[in-house]
């Protein structure tokens, strides 16, 4: 009876210990780390970012796992996450499986697609970056045209007008570098005093031509970047604070640091040592990046730190500042043009004259612009939603929580950028 007792004791004990210790998430992170390294084998644009065991990199490179199997694992892998048991799992961890439950969905749809199928634009969109932007029909940007040129009235086409206008900020090519680093200075100031950053953060700034984007944040990991401009194109004055948010500070820059030093090395959650460029993360990185710009420099404060700091560094006359960002505030209204263009584009709706065009006439890039836009579209496709519905989503999440609160607003891009939360998750 004693032994019995103590027998049964013990089992209860157990039962305590097996109800009391979660599933545990890490075997499967590594596993998901380890098939993203073998889908970089496949595809050089997927790994955006890794900075885990150099072991595991050189073990994808030497296997070559092929397309199907990749798929195939990571099929499992989204089995074994719905099959776990989550009681004692906390709100964080909820969100951890969810997260990697969704990046494996992308990973094989991007595997897929490799393979050679073609999903439709929303369909893409949906199963890599878990959001579908909406449709805006040209009528829809045919009255905020109307708008725009009673703003800006005048003789010839408004997009020329609107080029002429806007020719007149842009940076001389000889002083890109000392605006562009007084605007990250400006940014990395006004972050740290609402972020706490690891200390040995750090990033290197080169300028480059030939690339389908304007700037990127190549992240090397231990809290350094990379951060490339391309200069192939005249730079308005409005970009420099917009790289330097977006790239920077508390953009990509900041974004990767945070999951660097909260999730990966503070909790060991590996997976978050690697970034996964065709993955839901990257509409949270961009949508966050964008609006961390207005984070960074909200309206009144952003007008008046461009006419008393850059425009002078660029040889710009500052009176023209305020009349600028208004038109640019103006403008803002088009910016879903650009997914309309993509997506009828990649759905084999309108050729690639016929988008230049739509971009010309609806989104105001020049030709040769517009011409880097589609190579843009050719290479990272569904991904330009990121930018402006990403935005607008990571925008409306922040905002309904600050309630209107600047300090609270800091706080919770702040707690959104270091989380695992991805875009379904933001409703
Ligand atoms: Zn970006």
């Not at 391309?230 to 945070?258: C, F, K, M, S």
């Not at 905002?399 to 702040?414: I, L, N, S, T």
């Amino acid at each position: 009876m004693r032994r019995i007792g103590l027998l049964w004791s013990c089992l209860l004990g157990l039962t305590v210990i097996l109800r009391a210790a979660p599933a545990d998430l890490n075997p499967i992170a590594a596993s998901y780390v380890k098939l993203a390294l073998a889908l970089g084998g496949h595809d050089g644009d997927y790994v955006d970012a890794y900075f885990g065991p150099a072991e595991w990199r050189t073990a994808a490179q030497v296997e070559k796992l092929p397309l199907a199997r990749i798929k195939e694992n990571a099929g499992a892998l989204r089995t074994g996450l719905g099959a776990m048991n989550t009681s004692g799992f906390t709100a964080l961890d909820l969100l951890r499986r969810e997260y990697l439950v969704k990046q494996l969905r992308a990973m094989a749809a991007r595997v897929e697609m490799l393979e050679g199928r073609k999903f439709t634009f929303d369909e893409e969109s949906s199963l890599v970056f878990d959001a579908v932007a909406p449709v805006n029909s040209a009528a829809h940007f045919d009255a905020i045209l109307g708008e725009l040129e009673k703003a800006l009235p005048g003789p010839g086409p408004l997009a020329a007008r609107v080029q002429a206008y806007r020719n007149q900020f842009v940076i001389p090519p000889d002083k890109v570098d000392a605006v562009f680093r007084a605007a990250i200075a400006a940014a990395r100031e006004r972050t740290l005093r609402h972020i706490a950053l690891p200390a040995n953060e750090s990033f290197t700034v080169e300028y480059v031509t030939g690339k389908p984007w304007g700037g990127y944040n190549w992240y090397q990991g231990n809290f350094h970047s990379l951060i490339q401009v391309n200069t192939e194109l005249p730079i308005y004055i409005d970009r420099a604070v917009d790289l330097a948010a977006h790239e920077g500070y508390p953009g990509h820059h900041v974004y990767n640091a945070l999951l660097e030093k909260n999730l990966l090395r503070d909790r060991g959650w590996v997976e978050f040592s690697v970034y996964a460029l065709f993955s839901p993360q990257s509409l949270i990185a961009e949508g966050s990046a964008n609006y961390g710009v207005d984070v960074a420099f909200p309206g009144a404060e952003r007008v008046a730190f461009e006419r008393d700091v850059l425009f002078p560094l660029a040889g710009l006359d500052p009176a023209k500042a305020a009349g600028y960002y208004h038109f640019l505030d103006l403008l803002k209204a088009l910016g879903f043009a650009g997914n309309e263009a993509a997506r009828r584009y990649l759905n084999g709706e309108i050729k690639a004259d016929e988008t230049v065009a739509w971009l010309t006439h609806y989104a105001f890039q020049e030709p040769v612009r517009a011409q880097r836009s589609i190579r843009f579209y050719d290479q990272y496709r569904s991904y330009v939603i990121n930018y402006n519905l990403g935005r607008k989503m990571v925008e409306d999440y922040v905002e309904r929580r600050a309630a209107g609160d600047p300090e609270r607003r800091w706080q919770e891009f702040k707690d959104l950028i270091s989380s695992p939360r991805l875009p379904s998750g933001l409703k």
